[in-house]
């Protein structure tokens, strides 16, 4: 799916910017988060991993490209999420996967957020992250890297904010479009450990609100804990669940952390399940072609083993995607049921044959799509969300759903179609699930999605 109020704004910025089940262990990570907040050298000390424990992805974000990005120089880059999973020790990855150029960052911070929306940190709870025991890491060119493991207290859901410093000129830093989270610049300089938000701006949300270079948190976890990827367009993403998607106007953040994914592990953290969820979406996305604009990242069949394969600690996908291969405009092609049923097959193939198991979720409603024009275009209306909709996509979308509902290759399905329809009007979405663009699923829609999913498909599998 694709909010095109927030991914298409920038396109024409190009050139300017590239030019410059219960587990006894449970109880064990909850009493080892007893640990003094206060004392910072036992708090950030290099640590080992007890050989009851392995790790485990706690939160995640897929790569989309590196076309657009700020171009950042001798200023503090801060970010914020939600890990998924309580931990006393934990590392956190960072990606240079789609630049041409190597990235050096510095002083990269760990510490407690204050209030979701603002750049605060709680005082007394940072910890500097090295890599290989130093503070500086260059990262060649399509390559990651991991942060050594430290000791750090940190409960699921307890929102955390990542800040590095950028030494140098970098104009090009790989990114995950449309984070559905507000990203800050500094004023020049290394403010990394200052907790205040007073050397820092809100990067407008309109223009964009990517992370950057950060792509996993990966916790310790009794070795019975499992990560769970949600992989998918911008449905998984969460597009439409923080912010007023078509207000025409950048809207302040009104929640947080409201995607699918975020309230699966709710419900599976509410169920003592020893799985924490990681997520794998990119708005824009396709299953068999690169997306419609570089941003929207390589097709799910390229980018398969990277973002979903390659994750620490994997034994269950939960795949929902098809609507943009549906719905985006192509140039002298169509893809028909037949294709998206062949990526699915190849899909479930490679996750078997790594000894993953794969559920398959059914495309939701569609028809009624609106989709507002490019705002650095005039906001000229454009056709691109009407395809979504169109009589040719339902009746595709319907196949393909009838036949995911069928098929037994996966290992189970889940029908976000069906939960999220209005009941009197199957091809729509219900109004209480609606963002307003009869595309994307409200806040409520969201949760909905999450609760339709059987929690046994993990368990019996």
């Not at 700020?70 to 801060?78: D, E, F, G, K, Q």
């Not at 025991?133 to 409960?155: C, E, F, N, W």
């Not at 950060?214 to 009794?222: D, F, G, M, S, T």
């Not at 189970?412 to 109004?431: H, S």
Request: proline share 7%.
């Amino acid at each position: 799916m694709i909010c095109f109020q927030r991914l298409l704004y920038i396109p024409l910025l190009a050139l300017t910017l590239l030019g410059c089940g219960t587990d006894n262990n449970f109880s064990a990570v909850s009493t080892s988060l007893q640990m003094s907040d206060h004392n910072t050298a036992e708090r950030c000390s290099p640590t080992r991993l007890p050989t009851s424990q392995h790790m485990v992805t706690s939160w995640r974000t897929a790569p989309s490209d590196a076309l657009i990005t700020h171009p950042i120089s001798a200023l503090t880059v801060r970010q914020f999420f939600a890990p998924h999973h309580d931990s006393d020790r934990i590392r956190l990855r960072l990606s240079n996967h789609y630049s041409n150029l190597p990235v050096t960052l510095e002083n990269i911070h760990i510490a407690k957020e204050i209030t979701p929306g603002k750049a605060e940190l709680q005082p007394n709870t940072e910890c500097l992250l090295t890599f290989a025991g130093k503070s500086k890491i260059t990262i060649p060119a399509g390559q990651s890297a991991v942060s050594d493991t430290i000791s750090y207290p940190l409960r699921a859901f307890e929102r955390v904010g990542v800040s590095f410093y950028a030494p140098t000129l970098t104009p090009q830093v790989t990114r995950h479009l449309n984070a559905n989270e507000i990203l800050f610049m500094s004023i020049p300089g290394d403010f990394t450990k200052d907790p205040n938000a007073t050397p820092f701006m809100a990067v407008p949300d309109g223009y964009t609100s990517n992370f950057l270079a950060i792509e996993a948190l990966e916790v310790a976890a009794p070795k019975s804990v499992r990560t769970i990827v949600t992989v998918g367009d911008s449905i998984t993403d969460g597009s439409g669940s923080t912010t007023q998607i078509l207000s025409g106007l950048s809207s302040p953040m009104t929640s947080s952390d409201q995607r699918y994914p975020n309230h699966l592990q709710r419900r599976i953290l509410e169920a003592k399940l020893p799985f924490t969820v990681a997520n794998a979406g990119i708005g824009g996305n396709e299953l068999i072609n690169d997306a419609l604009l570089p941003q929207f990242g390589a097709s799910l069949l390229k980018r398969f083993d990277h973002d979903v394969l390659s994750v620490t600690g994997l034994s269950h996908i939960l795949l929902m995607i098809g609507t943009n291969d549906l719905g985006n405009p192509k140039l002298g092609q169509s893809i028909t049921p037949e294709d998206l049923i062949t990526g699915y097959k190849s899909l479930i193939e490679r996750a078997h044959q790594a000894n993953v198991k794969l559920i398959l979720g059914t495309i939701p409603p569609a028809e009624g799509t609106v989709l507002k024009g490019l705002p650095i275009l005039g906001n000229l209306p454009l056709p691109i969300g009407i395809l979504h909709g169109s009589a040719e996509a339902k009746k595709s979308r319907d196949a393909i759903n009838a036949w995911i509902r069928t098929q037994t290759l996966s290992d189970g399905i889940v029908d976000f179609d069906q939960c999220l329809a209005d009941p009197q009007n199957p091809g729509y979405l219900a109004d209480e699930f609606n963002s307003g663009d009869n595309l994307h699923p409200s806040p409520a829609g969201y949760l909905a999605m999450a609760e339709c999913i059987d929690l046994n498909l993990f368990i019996t599998h």
